[in-house]
């Protein structure tokens, strides 16, 4: 009588079934090998791969969008050719760098007009949509100098608090050299006119010790050193 194995086979589930197929394979090859391993694992590797692919194609279409949300930004914002259109995009992007340029093209305007007070106003919003924008360096830079612009509006104006506001940006070490300069540069001429030596020779030593020998601005300078006798043998400050 033939013998009943049904009794002997593991049931359903039971890893013994993989030590069967195991010993099936002990003398297989890789190519067997490599179909055993698609037979257990499928059902993982088909969903690894399904996640692989979507996800860079999720980023793909998001790195799209965003460029062509880049593009229809930059259109939009060359097509604002008057304050009134600036001022509403910037008002509409705030957060992005080009609301900050936005602001910026107005009160660069306002200032060559001569409108000096409507100007460091807009410099000041210009220089807080900056803020707004994140710390890129052009996005910082652009913040320096709007502050720098609004102080020498301030300074046409007769603002008592320009000269501070300048110094602030002198003394700036994160400031770019050509912007902290131009500020040295200025007060030292402010100085000057007020016929305020020792404030003068500050603010051209400040230049020699914290600008680079080449600096942009050494010619405008040696200029002004030229031109005031009393800055190449300074009298003393009182005190000293």
């Given at each position: 009588?033939?013998e009943?194995r049904s009794s002997?086979?593991?049931?359903?589930?039971?890893?013994?079934n993989l030590?069967v197929v195991d010993?099936?394979f002990?003398?297989?090859d890789a190519?067997?090998?490599?179909?055993l391993f698609?037979?257990?694992?499928?059902?993982?590797?088909v969903?690894?791969?399904v996640a692989v692919v979507v996800?860079i194609?999720?980023y793909l279409?998001f790195f799209?969008?965003n460029?062509?949300?880049?593009?229809?930004?930059?259109e939009?914002?060359?097509a604002?050719q008057?304050?009134?259109?600036?001022r509403?995009f910037?008002?509409?992007?705030?957060?992005?760098?080009?609301?900050a340029v936005?602001?910026?093209?107005?009160?660069?305007?306002l200032?060559?007009?001569?409108?000096?007070?409507d100007?460091a106003?807009?410099?000041?919003?210009?220089?807080r949509?900056?803020?707004?924008?994140?710390?890129?360096p052009?996005v910082s830079?652009l913040?320096?100098?709007a502050?720098l612009?609004a102080?020498?509006c301030?300074l046409?104006?007769?603002?008592?608090?320009?000269?501070?506001?300048?110094a602030?940006?002198a003394?700036d070490?994160s400031?770019?050299?050509t912007l902290?300069?131009?500020?040295?540069l200025?007060l030292?001429?402010?100085?000057?006119?007020?016929g305020d030596t020792a404030?003068?020779?500050?603010w051209?030593n400040a230049?020699?010790?914290?600008l680079?020998?080449?600096h942009?601005?050494?010619?405008?300078?040696?200029m002004l050193?030229?031109?005031?006798?009393s800055?190449?043998?300074p009298?003393a400050?009182?005190?000293?």
């Amino acid at each position: 009588m033939p013998e009943d194995r049904s009794s002997k086979q593991p049931p359903a589930g039971d890893d013994r079934n993989l030590v069967v197929v195991d010993e099936d394979f002990v003398n297989a090859d890789a190519e067997d090998r490599l179909w055993l391993f698609w037979e257990r694992n499928q059902g993982v590797i088909v969903k690894a791969t399904v996640a692989v692919v979507v996800g860079i194609l999720g980023y793909l279409a998001f790195f799209f969008w965003n460029e062509a949300q880049r593009e229809a930004l930059g259109e939009e914002f060359t097509a604002c050719q008057d304050e009134a259109a600036r001022r509403a995009f910037a008002g509409r992007h705030a957060g992005e760098p080009l609301a900050a340029v936005a602001l910026t093209d107005v009160a660069d305007d306002l200032k060559r007009a001569g409108k000096f007070a409507d100007a460091a106003k807009a410099y000041d919003e210009a220089r807080r949509l900056a803020g707004l924008a994140g710390d890129a360096p052009a996005v910082s830079a652009l913040a320096v100098r709007a502050r720098l612009y609004a102080a020498l509006c301030r300074l046409e104006t007769g603002d008592a608090g320009a000269t501070k506001a300048l110094a602030e940006v002198a003394d700036d070490v994160s400031a770019a050299e050509t912007l902290r300069g131009f500020a040295m540069l200025t007060l030292a001429n402010v100085a000057v006119a007020k016929g305020d030596t020792a404030e003068a020779t500050k603010w051209l030593n400040a230049m020699d010790k914290k600008l680079r020998a080449n600096h942009v601005w050494k010619a405008d300078k040696e200029m002004l050193v030229r031109s005031e006798p009393s800055l190449i043998a300074p009298v003393a400050p009182a005190g000293k």
